[in-house]
């Protein structure tokens, strides 16, 4: 049980058009969903919380108007990168938790790679 | 505020050889302790945890951590090392004020001998 997906697995797109992740819980309902950004041999960058229904929380020096997240039902959350540039290229990760737990499950991440 | 200290940015151990990986966190209440591993290229797969009770804790993979308060450590040990633990170690800390949030280590990276 709690196995989250994330689609596409990667992607390529090129400067300044826009690309969507989604991330999704298969077997539970998700209230929380957080989206991180990984680069090369660093740690993983929380960059918001999102519940569903509600607008998401951003972390400091992450422009909210730059990555959209949307978190319109229990199982399914979406990043998306507008006017994307090669500096975004990074891997994304999205994780879920459910109201009261501790515990995030992890999706697999997706790999943006800016052109 | 809280962190997450990971000392050791790279290890390398001998096939076989005993492993400990170190995790150090400041919070002022018990957080919540977890160990995930990474591969390349893969999201995290959580090894193990600890909220509360028995502060030696068994994981996958035969991954174990024990949680000592005075120390403010979490570390993980395995008694013996396989060429497919080569991977990338993170320690994350959650708090009891935001359910679900977590605060990550910059990550160990484990070389493994043959």
């Known amino acids: 049980g709690a196995v989250v997906s994330q689609h596409p697995s990667w992607v390529i797109c090129k400067s300044g058009t826009s690309v969507k992740i989604e991330c999704r819980s298969l077997d539970f309902q998700a209230t929380t969903m957080f989206w991180y950004r990984q680069f090369p041999k660093q740690s993983l960058m929380l960059m918001a919380t999102?519940?569903?229904?509600?607008?998401?929380?951003?972390e400091q020096g992450v422009e909210k108007d730059k990555f959209l997240i949307n978190h319109a039902s229990l199982t399914l959350s979406t990043l998306t990168v507008t006017s994307a540039h090669p500096e975004d290229s990074s891997f994304y990760i999205c994780?879920?938790?459910?109201?009261?737990?501790?515990?995030?499950?992890f999706g697999p991440g997706t790999r943006l790679t800016v052109t | 505020a809280q962190s997450v200290t990971q000392p050791d940015i790279h290890i390398t151990v001998s096939e076989g050889a005993s492993l400990e990986l170190r995790c150090n966190y400041s919070?002022?209440?018990?957080?919540?302790l977890f160990w995930y591993v990474q591969s390349p290229g893969q999201g995290l797969q959580l090894l193990l945890k600890y909220f509360s009770g028995d502060t030696l804790v068994q994981g996958i993979k035969g991954f174990e951590a024990e949680f000592k308060r005075s120390q403010s450590s979490f570390n993980l040990r395995k008694p013996s090392v396989h060429w497919s633990d080569a991977a990338e170690y993170f320690c994350a800390v959650g708090f009891n004020t935001n359910a679900g949030k977590s605060t990550f280590g910059d990550g160990t990276t484990l070389t493994v001998k043959p």
């Open positions: 999102s519940n569903e229904g509600s607008k998401a929380t951003y």
């Open positions: 994780s879920a938790t459910v109201t009261g737990e501790h515990e995030q499950y």
């Open positions: 919070y002022g209440a018990t957080p919540y």
